[in-house]
């Protein structure tokens, strides 16, 4: 299963699709997290966090913020 992660956020690395990435690296953080590899899933959900951020995905920055254990900025 990781390796199919990894294999798809290399795909949406090359074309630039920022928010495609982000969706993946989340999903491999949270994956992580489930298996108690949470130090391994932080850089990940932090990038996917970054990324979020940037496009203003609400949605999707408080998906991240839940699976880092911090509270949603009021916006």
């Known amino acids: 299963m990781e390796a199919g992660f990894k294999a798809a956020a290399g795909m949406f690395r090359e074309p ?8 993946t690296m989340l999903e491999h953080a949270e994956w992580l997290a489930r298996g108690d590899r949470g130090d391994e899933a932080e ?6 966090s970054e990324v979020f951020e940037r496009l203003r995905a609400t949605p999707w ?14 916006g």
């Open 16 to 23: 630039g699709a920022p928010f495609n990435l982000a969706v």
């Open 43 to 48: 850089p990940l959900v932090r990038g996917a």
């Open 61 to 74: 920055i408080e998906r991240s913020q839940r699976l880092l254990g911090t509270p949603a900025a009021a």
